[in-house]
């Protein structure tokens, strides 16, 4: 853990009131987690890169919240409580201060909203576009941390919120008339669901005390339940006719059907996934609804490793050109 | 945790079978660490850029050692031993998988060398410099990480190895003749230490036995020294002839004085600095030896907020123009 010299007075001043008690307000070369007897820890990282991730024009206060819950999306997934973050910044020259502040800011209100304390970071200079890499420590009980690899035949599949409209929204950030007629509410919900995800941590103890398998849909759902099936070995039957969406997703997909593969597909969701036996499926639902998640039951895990069948609205099998769709 | 759909196969290829048991095979959203008891956990962060802390066409296999170790010397530092580590990787299209393939067939090595398991990262694109992102999880005996913030007025400071070789080897990177008559071998030297860290990973335990405060010299020795003097709220008093050089230093000085001042104010020294109580110092000097890692003991730590004072061979105070030397 490092920052570079000239930027101390900076770093300590806006980021140090950040830090929690792990933190030792960024004063060390390290960050302490003392883990509560009986936990384990859950360690997951990821980077949003400027032009990439995110458009470099979004507002610092948008970024900064993705930055973090993307992380924190992960840590709901595997049914762990956030304990605290690490964070690097890779900064061009030509950021200003004052987006700086803006960005820590933010960081430090969204985390302090999620239990999240700030542990530590570095900051590096980059010649290329700003890049902020995060990872989270989360605690879960010893054991009993949700894998992705736990599906097992038989298990109901769940998933949480809407599906697609993220992708609908960077759609819509990329080619602001399609489709043109598009209703000025629904265009909002979703560039508001593409630039800043809303992670189900509200679910992760309903996923720790139920679910056999789980992940965060990040990468699209096609793709991540493909992913999930893959590594626990089973297959599924997935009725997308189940798949919940959004108004402002049906909306935009009456307009253009076409949008359809991409919100199935489109990453940036940010849901949860979740295999459940069917003797826990009401346990399961009860605690969702008790949390204020809603979540559909939209297949059914099969025996043997093909490809999951996803079965269409008019009751034929349907493929898919592509699992998951790239960033932008 | 994620790992971009496209990218799958070649990451599983390369760095799954780096991946230690904490990892999961890398088939899951988060790692998991299950903390022997009694056990704290020291976690810190460190990213090197192409372009920015070294050169692009250094071997994958140095950059590689270096991601590893710069962060394995801050673990060293607080008397940690190593547990595991999360990798961020942002590459650019331009870099060819065989580049890819060095990188992970080297880091893998390094980090069994130093016990060290792969729990788990994320890759993504970026149209900048490639940048690695290495968080490092180490353990400790319950309260017993070494602070910054532990040196107390009356303890000696001691420093392992030498300061100053890899300032100059980044020297003779950028300007190859200067100075134009150095032996190959001290040429050799210097170019090595700053191409590759060798963190104290040794002294780890005589740290934690023995040193009140600590912190490990990646900014430079005058810089760091000031740092962990400022924030244990002490002053110093250093002798700098005390200070350990290396006989290609030596000769690189001796051929142009202008070179001790980069030498102890430049970074990627990697050494440990120590302040330790005079009761405990026959200790950590007879664990150090016993270790193989030569210490010297530059100063003694003085009451006060003052600046630390430098007394140079002449037995005046030397003051420097800056405390750490820039990346390039």
Redesign the interface.
């Known amino acids: 853990?490092?920052i570079?010299?000239?930027e101390?007075a900076l770093i300590v001043r806006l980021f140090a009131p950040l830090a929690g008690p792990g933190g030792?307000a960024l004063?060390?070369?390290?960050?302490?987690?003392?883990?509560p007897?009986g936990n384990?820890?859950?360690?997951?990282?990821?980077?949003?890169?400027a032009?990439?991730?995110y458009f470099p024009d979004d507002p610092p206060e948008s970024i900064a919240r993705k930055a973090l819950r993307v992380n924190l999306s992960?840590?709901a997934?595997?049914g762990?409580e956030p304990h605290g973050f690490?964070l690097?910044l890779?900064l061009p020259d030509s950021l200003p201060d004052e987006w700086l502040a803006r960005f820590a800011d933010a960081l430090g209100r969204d985390a302090r909203a999620f239990g999240f304390q700030l542990?530590?970071?570095?900051t590096?200079?980059?010649?290329?576009?700003a890049?902020i890499?995060v990872?989270a420590?989360?605690l879960v009980p010893?054991g009993r941390?949700v894998?992705?690899?736990g599906a097992r035949a038989g298990d109901y599949l769940y998933i949480s919120g809407t599906i697609g409209d993220a992708a609908l929204g960077l759609r819509l950030r990329l080619e602001p008339d399609a489709p043109p007629t598009l209703s000025a509410a629904s265009r909002a919900h979703l560039l508001s669901r593409y630039l800043e995800p809303r992670p189900r941590n509200a679910l992760a103890l309903a996923m720790r005390d139920n679910a056999s398998g789980g992940?965060?849909v990040?990468?699209?759902f096609i793709?991540d339940l493909t992913?999930m099936l893959g590594?626990s070995r089973c297959s599924a039957r997935v009725d997308l006719a189940a798949v919940p969406l959004s108004d402002a997703a049906r909306e935009a997909m009456a307009l253009d059907m076409g949008l359809r593969e991409i919100a199935l597909t489109g990453g940036d969701d940010y849901e949860l996934l979740a295999s459940v036996s069917p003797d826990r499926a009401a346990a399961f639902e009860a605690m969702a609804r008790a949390a204020g998640v809603p979540v559909a039951r939209v297949g059914l895990v099969t025996t043997g490793d093909a490809a999951p069948v996803f079965i269409d609205v008019d009751g034929a099998p349907k493929s898919f050109a592509r699992?998951?769709y790239?960033?932008f």
């Open positions: 853990m490092s570079p010299f000239s101390d030792l004063k060390d070369d390290a960050a302490l987690i003392a883990p007897a384990d820890i859950v360690a997951t990282t990821d980077a949003i890169v032009g990439v991730h992960d840590l997934a595997k762990a690490l690097t890779a542990l530590g970071g570095d590096v200079r980059t010649p290329g576009p890049m890499s990872t420590l989360g010893a941390m894998r992705r690899t992940m965060d990040s990468d699209g793709g992913k590594v699992g998951s790239s960033h």
